[in-house]
């Protein structure tokens, strides 16, 4: 009975072990939005910029758009071009047209809301948007 428990304490421990080494470091980034009104069909444009923080992969991430806390019905799929519910040709490393997909601290990256999207941002509302990557939020952006 004392080997059985002294084999599997240390089966437990070897396994505690190679947990604890396995810790995988989570990218970080700080991102802030801003809402415009876009210069093709006057529909509502989010500019995202990456202040500061870890080069992102665009290809690795997941945008969820809120307005005043209810999802967009579509969501963007970046890196896109052409995505239903989002008017073509986003900007930035969003395009998935353009060569560079990493998204690093200085540049920015944007979309815009179709009208055929909803809830539609109007006036005074918050949108809020956040930024997974491989479904692990790495940045909350929030415009007005």
Not at 5 to 31: H, N, P, Y
Not at 83 to 93: A, N, Q, R, T, Y
Not at 117 to 134: D, E, L
Request: aromatic content about 6%; overall charge negative; glycine content about 12%.
């Amino acid at each position: 009975m004392l080997a059985v428990c002294v084999a599997l304490a240390g089966v437990v421990g070897a396994f505690v072990v190679g947990v604890g080494g396995q810790t995988k470091d989570t990218s970080t980034a700080t991102i802030t939005a801003e809402m415009e009104t876009g210069e093709r069909y006057g529909n509502p444009k989010i500019v995202f910029v990456h202040v500061a923080g870890d080069a992102l992969d665009v290809r690795d991430l997941t945008v969820r758009v809120f307005v005043d806390g209810q999802p967009l019905e579509k969501q963007p799929d970046v890196p896109f071009f052409s995505e239903s519910g989002f008017i073509s040709g986003p900007d930035g490393p969003f395009n998935g047209n353009t060569g560079d997909k990493t998204w690093t601290a200085g540049e920015s990256a944007s979309l815009t809301i179709a009208g055929s999207n909803s809830p539609q941002p109007s006036a005074g509302a918050s949108v809020t948007t956040k930024i997974y990557v491989n479904g692990t939020v790495v940045a909350t952006a929030r415009a007005q």
